[in-house]
């Protein structure tokens, strides 16, 4: 008789590589996140825009004045949503969760079949589509939430114009799209490994149609362990009163061996880079004396405490643990921070479809290691069985 090794696990997949990539790059040890070879904190500067980093991500460098003003045409034509797709998300909005009613929507963008043809030129238009509707959705979705009427892009507004614009119904200062720009820049995109992204990989491996690919990769983001702390890490900190009772809290938490959200990370073994992105934003958007500005306070203080506890296991503050504050110092309702994560990760989720195309797509179709009763097992008939 033969035996054969079997083969190594490695719970959560930690360190397996699922693909090659060459759109992000994250690097733990460093702290360190670029785009195509571009650091982010080098790309969400005053000047840059979603439309831009759309574009550095299907195209791979940056691109000129006429390639941005053409990926901003190609979003406003094609961010339109049919009226039964708006009904859909106003509805589900006041039934389910955002994300759940967001996923429920995204679904909707499909096709009446379900045979993709993956052209290449398909695969890009129809991420395109993607990238533009869910702005829209996430503005719609919004909107019911609070309890207010339908009220549709502007021709003239930008992507992220109009996420915030739709979201608050207030036209956004310059500061504010500024923030919201590198927002949606700064979430667009993590390495192929991310549960979401890897999510987005597994379901276009299957020939799934696009909107399927993204209605999935939704899914796994709302968990609180992936894109929903940043909701969860701003109600922590809204339980908390005033800042100066929240060092005292925060260290009870943690000798309960509660998980703050926002902290940890799977490969971050350093403060997660886009967390210092986000802190320098909180500096120019968080106004002072403002109840946001003491949640801020709070942030930090569970910083401090939980990094001075846990910083020695290599656990540090990852993007949730201050993206909250910045959100809603632009106005944004904490149950839509989520939403708008996916709605910025659809240009990642895209991007990889659109990779995973482009490098062959092979059928993600992994092993496991079987640790039930040894087959055959003899079968004991209904009758006889206690
Ligand atoms: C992100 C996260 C899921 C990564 O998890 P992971 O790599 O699988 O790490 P594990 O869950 O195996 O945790 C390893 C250890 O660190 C501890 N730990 C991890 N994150 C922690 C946190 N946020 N607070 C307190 N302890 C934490 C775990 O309790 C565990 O301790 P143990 O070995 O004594 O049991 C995890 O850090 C987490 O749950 N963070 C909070 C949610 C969050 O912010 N998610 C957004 C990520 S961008």
Known sequence: M???????????????????SSLSLVEGQAGRLSYRGYSIEDITGPENTFEEIVALLY??????????????????????????????VRMTAKMTHPMFALQAAAATLGPMDNDFEPKMATVEDRGMAAIAKMGHLVGALAQAFQDRPYDPPKPEESHAEMILRMITGQKPSALHLRVMN??????????????????????????????AVLSSAIGALSGPAHGGANEQSLRLFETMGAPEGAKAKIEKMLEDHFRIPGFGHRVYHVKDPRSKVIQSLASEVIESGSRVSELYSIALTVEDVA????????????????????FAAVGIPTDIF?????????????????????????????????????????????????
């Open 182 to 211: 590198a927002l949606l820049i700064l979430q667009a995109d993590h390495s192929a490994g991310n549960a979401s992204t890897f999510t987005s990989r597994v379901v276009a491996s299957t020939k799934a149609e696009p909107e």
């Open 59 to 88: 195209d791979g460098e940056l691109p000129g004045a006429s390639r941005i003003a053409a990926v901003d045409a190609e979003l406003k034509a094609k961010r339109g949503l049919t009226p039964q797709q708006i009904e859909v």
């Open 2 to 20: 033969t035996t054969s090794t079997p083969p190594s696990f490695s719970p959560g997949l930690e360190g397996v590589p699922i693909g090659e």
């Open 338 to 386: 989520t939403p708008i994560f996916a709605a910025s990760r659809t240009l990642g989720w895209m991007a990889n479809m659109k990779e995973q195309w482009e490098s062959g797509n092979r059928l993600f179709r992994p092993a496991q290691i079987y640790v039930g009763n040894p087959p055959p097992k003899d079968y004991i008939p209904r009758s006889a069985r206690s």
């Open 307 to 326: 990094t001075e506890r846990l910083g020695h296991r290599g656990l540090f503050p990852n993007v949730d643990l201050f993206s909250g504050c910045v």
